[in-house]
């Protein structure tokens, strides 16, 4: 609540020495906003917007309001990200999963949501596999990718140290978590993911960088950390302009699994 108050300065005689002109009355208003402390409970409530309901597992588990990516029944939302045709990766009916798999066709397997996104809210469920091979970056390897660019890292780092930048939660390359707060291999881990786009002006250049929360069982792992530009292997970070893109699930030789894939976009 504020109260106006105008205050009249009176007049003002200005004399203009240097030109020697007859002085001149000016009026002066200024305007003093002072807050005044409400005095009924009413006087700060307020009835609209109203929010939408959402029912937080009232799609199989997955909100509502949801755009469910995978729920085990087959890999409809899905493309390749390297070749044309049909995912290669492998559904297990039992636990309702997807499983990376490369044929003797294909080099790489990695795949892309057909839909585009923005800021979103993303939850998906992964495990390693339970037999594992290899150590370092080549032990229950994966990673899931915002708008196609950005990385967070997907790893078995049970009794397996890596660099920490890309260790599992990792949003690779840029910024080591809070946390390791994985399950024990072969179990399932979840990422709930809140992640909002960078924003570019018409010159392409960045004028806001994206930002990530990330929850890897519950535990905050990443916490609004603003986004660099790409995740690279090699170099800087880049900040090309972009518009929406894919969700990435990547394929790095390791028969890593997911399930439970949803999506509430946040535009």
Request: hydrophobic fraction near 35%; aromatic fraction near 8%; include cysteine.
């Amino acid at each position: 609540m504020k109260r106006v108050l105008v205050v009249f300065m009176g007049l003002l005689l200005l004399h203009c020495k240097q030109e020697q002109k007859e002085p001149k009355a000016v009026l002066k208003e200024e305007i003093i906003e002072e807050l005044v402390e409400p005095v009924k409970p009413e006087d700060t409530e307020f009835y609209s917007p109203v929010p939408p309901t959402v029912h937080p597992t009232g799609q199989n588990g997955a909100p509502s309001d949801a755009i469910v990516l995978f729920d085990g029944s087959n890999l409809d939302a899905w493309a390749p990200v390297n070749y044309d045709g049909a995912v290669t990766w492998i559904l297990d009916k039992n636990d309702k999963s997807m499983i990376v798999h490369r044929t003797n066709d294909t080099l790489n397997a990695t795949i892309k949501s057909k839909r585009k996104f923005g800021s979103v809210q993303l939850h998906l469920e992964w495990k390693s596999p339970k037999h594992i091979k290899g150590d370092g970056q080549n032990r229950g390897n994966s990673g899931v990718f915002l708008q196609e660019r950005y990385e967070v890292q997907i790893l078995d780092n049970n009794n397996n140290d890596t660099y920490v930048n890309g260790q599992v939660g990792s949003v690779y390359k840029q910024s080591v978590p809070l946390a390791k707060a994985s399950v024990p291999t072969g179990q399932w881990n979840s990422y709930d993911i809140i992640y909002h786009a960078p924003e570019f002006n018409q010159e392409g250049e960045k004028t806001k960088a994206a930002t990530i929360t990330v929850l890897h069982n519950g535990v905050l792992i990443q916490d609004h950390f603003e986004i660099k530009g790409t995740t690279e292997y090699i170099g800087w970070p880049k900040n090309k302009p972009h518009g929406d893109g894919s969700i990435i699930l990547q394929d790095h030789g390791s028969p890593v699994s997911y399930r439970n894939i949803w999506v509430r976009e946040l535009n």
